[in-house]
């Protein structure tokens, strides 16, 4: 069955920075087009970052210029590098792939940025 399991999340002080990893099981992660996403309280969902199979990137606004998003698809991994962060990155972020037809969701790691 697919799994993602999400990693890396803490508490870090503005301008550090945090790597998250998503490990992919499960389905043929080198052909999948993976994402980052992430909830703060009181919330919606949000896209944070998108990388295909070919490695084309996408970012959401609030994070461009300070996130980067890179897969290692003989680990079946998908990194999320965030740098610059910022007290209102603080969020639950999920890993998120889409297969046929269905979305799959981590079970998401705490970000907390604060002094």
């Known amino acids: 069955q697919v799994q993602l399991v999400e990693s890396g999340g803490g508490l870090v002080q503005p301008g550090g920075s945090l790597r998250l990893s998503c490990a992919a099981s499960g389905f043929r992660f080198s052909s999948s087009t993976m994402a980052w996403y992430r909830q703060a309280p009181g919330k919606s969902r949000e896209l944070v970052a998108t990388i295909t199979s070919g490695g084309s990137t996408n970012y959401g606004n609030s994070v461009k210029g300070r996130f980067t998003i890179s897969r290692d698809n003989a680990k079946n991994t998908v990194y999320l590098q965030m740098n610059s962060l910022k007290p209102e990155d603080t969020a639950v972020y999920y890993c998120?792939?889409?297969?046929?037809?269905?979305?799959?969701w981590g079970q998401g790691t705490q970000v907390t940025v604060s002094s």
């Open positions: 998120n792939v889409n297969l046929w037809g269905r979305s799959y």
